[in-house]
């Protein structure tokens, strides 16, 4: 199948709008074609109806998760499962906080990391230059 991602009950999606944007949550139950209803109870998402176009699916799920299963269920299942430290780990969260933490920098800071990049390029041109 050319599909990896699909909407289901257990896949774990990021949420792009809303209070909550940023973060991620579960899909607990199907409603229709645009809407299904999210939880987060590990990551401080609240149980709410969520349209898919404000959601991004990830390639990660919950196996066996039963439908329309509360908060404490998806809970139990998602830190068995290690779902927020999967999440962490992958190259997509972190070049989401690397982003993040870029956009957070002040101008000292940006400075800085200007200073560092002359430095390390002086230093590999240096090392280049000799073999």
Do not use: C
């Not at 949420?15 to 899909?27: C, Q």
């Not at 962490?88 to 957070?104: F, G, I, L, N, V």
């Amino acid at each position: 199948s050319t599909f990896k991602r699909f909407v289901e009950v257990g896949r774990v999606v990021l949420l792009k709008s809303g209070p909550s944007a940023g973060k991620i949550a579960v899909i607990a139950e199907i409603i229709d074609h645009n809407r299904a209803i999210i939880d987060g109870p590990t990551t401080g998402v609240p149980r709410q109806s969520f349209p898919y176009r404000h959601l991004t699916l990830t390639p990660i799920s919950l196996t066996k998760l039963p439908r329309g299963a509360g908060s404490g269920v998806i809970r139990k299942q998602a830190e068995k499962e290690g779902i927020v430290a999967k999440w962490e780990s992958s190259a997509w969260a972190k070049k989401r906080a690397a982003m993040e933490k870029r956009r957070s920098l002040n101008d000292f800071e940006r400075f800085s990391v200007m200073v560092a990049k002359k430095q390390r390029r002086d230093a590999v041109r240096k090392t280049l230059a000799k073999a």
